[in-house]
């Protein structure tokens, strides 16, 4: 199976909701206390919005047919803070490979696309959030060699 990473266009905006979908529901099963079922993201609108952003590049692994098959959303962040140095960072937002297409090396694809673009950039790193439930995607980030930066905790009442 032939896979070509290209930039979302907006004829892509379906099959990007259907994967939004799968992730959604996906974090609803491992936290149903935090995530309805059912939820998208982001709305038809806000995607046709996004697809116009320049510095919000969303690249799409496609199939020989021009079928997604998975996505990696970008932002690049101009890091401004009083006590940290600036940089300028590659923020993967959302990522996903169809449920039944992982394990195939398209999300591997994704990632070097997305690596590839933020040296481009002049990004000083790839930054991003994963739940720690969602312990597919976390051995995903750390067999890239992606560490933990911070650490986010709950205390649920």
Known sequence: MTTIIR?????DIPALERLLRQIAELHHKSRPDIFISGGQKYTTEALEKMLTYEDFPIFVAADENDEVQGYCFCQVR????????????????????DETLRGQGIGKKLFAAAKEYAKECGAYNIELNVWAVNEGAVKFYEDFGFNPKTIGMELIL
């Open 78 to 97: 101009n890091i401004n803070h009083p006590v940290i140095r600036n940089y300028l960072s590659l923020f993967i937002d959302d990522f996903c490979v």
């Open 7 to 11: 930039l979302a266009k907006q004829k």
